[in-house]
């Protein structure tokens, strides 16, 4: 069962997106044991490729997260989400600087409407803006610490990472018949 | 009503004895593990999935049941041939004497569908 694999550009990065998409999911799963995993997968999936093509061969594994779902159920035990708890986090993260851009354009908008040619001060989420919008400057500068966005999304990463896996298991204490 | 409808419509009937079944043929055998899967289609179950036999190799694997080597393929990334350890051996004795005890009170107990009619 040796034949050569030829795989078009798309179906190169069909591939490839599914190996991905697998290994995001196996987050969970020891680094060692999921490089091989991988390493395997992608060796079978060459293989039934090569036998019955692409789209059978991915069809016979099925959805990323069914494949790796029965791979996960077999794990010992459950174990932290870091990738997933990153992204989240990231996500957080970009959503509340986004905010913040928003609530600045907002702030020299308004100067700008005014005609108002002193700087204005304000704060948002625990971030202190300084906004100037004059004929001559155009600026706004940030200061303070963000406490809650940050503590947010720390909470976030820890939460969606499920870091309390990553604790030392209490054993039960071991009862000695009399 | 052939295995491969039976498969579709209770997966957990085959999972309960796929380890067997992987187990047996890997010590008839030593497999990677799509030469394994067409094995087991080849074998009569046309409709089994590489999904569901891959991980089963993995846990047989860290379990200790399986050992492995790797052997460079011309045709691609190196494969991953599996063969039952001791323990695996062991694993697949008592696995069979349940099956054969099972099928024994299966058969007992369920007349089949000539008889019911």
């Keep these: 069962m040796s034949r050569t694999l030829s795989l078009s550009l798309v179906e190169r990065w069909r591939r490839s997106w599914y190996l991905q998409s697998v290994e995001l999911w196996l987050d969970p799963m020891p680094r060692r044991r999921r490089r091989a995993v991988l390493s395997e997968l992608r060796a079978n999936l060459d293989e039934a490729t090569a036998d019955v093509g692409l789209d059978a061969a991915i069809a016979g594994l099925g959805a990323p997260r069914q494949l790796v779902g029965r791979y996960l159920d077999t794990e010992p035990q459950p174990r932290p989400r870091w990738n997933h708890g990153a992204a989240a986090a990231a996500l957080v993260l970009g959503g509340w600087l986004y905010a913040t851009l928003f609530y600045t354009l907002g702030m020299l908008d308004a100067l700008d409407s005014t005609g108002t040619a002193s700087p204005a001060r304000g704060s948002f989420l625990g971030t202190h803006v300084v906004a100037i919008s004059n004929p001559s400057e155009l600026s706004a500068a940030f200061s303070g610490v963000p406490w809650w966005p940050l503590l947010v999304t720390v909470l976030v990463f820890l939460l969606v990472g499920r870091a309390w896996h990553a604790l030392p298991r209490r054993t039960e204490p071991q009862v000695s018949a009399p | ?117």
Excluded at chain 2, 29 to 41: D, F
């Design chain 2, 1 to 117: 009503m052939d295995v491969v409808e039976v498969v579709e419509r209770d997966p957990q009937l085959l999972k309960g004895v796929l380890p067997m079944l992987v187990l047996t043929l890997l010590d008839q055998e030593e497999s990677y593990g799509y030469e394994l899967v067409t094995r087991l289609q080849a074998g009569g179950l046309d409709g089994i999935a590489t999904g569901t036999v891959y991980p089963v190799l993995t846990r047989l694997e860290r379990e200790g049941r399986l050992s492995s080597r790797l052997v460079p393929s011309a045709a691609g990334p190196a494969r991953k041939y599996y063969r039952p350890t001791p323990a695996g051996l062991s694993l697949l004795a008592d696995a069979r004497r349940a099956w054969t005890a099972l099928a024994d009170v299966v058969d007992r107990l369920v007349p089949l569908t000539e008889e019911l009619r």
